[in-house]
C-alpha cells in the first residue's frame, strides 16, 4: 500500500501564502493521480486539485483557481499545494490522497489518504 504524510498547514492571514506538502511512500505499487480535498466544519469533503504523477496535467475547481498550485516532485516523492492569495473560505483540514484513476475529482475515486493538516485562514 501507499502511505501518504501531509505537512505545512497552519495558521496564516487572509492574503497570504502557504505550501502543503505530501510525501508518499511505497511508490514501488503504481498510482498514477495526486490529488488534494478539504473539509472545513460543517461541510463535505471538497476537492480542490489533481495532478497527474508525472506533472504534465493539473486541474483545480474555480474556488481556487488561479491561487492554488499543485506540483509534484517525483525523486522526492512528494506533491505540493502551494497556496496564495488566501482566503478566510479556505480555511479547512486539507488532505492528500492517491488513486489509479488519470485524473480523478472525487473522493471515492481514490485509493490511499493521508491524516490531514489543518489550514486556518484568519482576517
Known sequence: QVQ?????????????????SCTASGRTLSYYTMGWFRQAPGKEREFVAAITWTGTTATYPESVKGRFTISSDNAKNTVYLQMNALKTEDTADYYCAAGQRLMAYAAREYDYWGQGTQVTVSS
Open 4 to 20: 501518504l504524510v501531509e505537512s505545512g498547514g497552519g495558521l496564516v492571514q487572509a492574503g497570504g501564502s502557504l505550501r502543503l
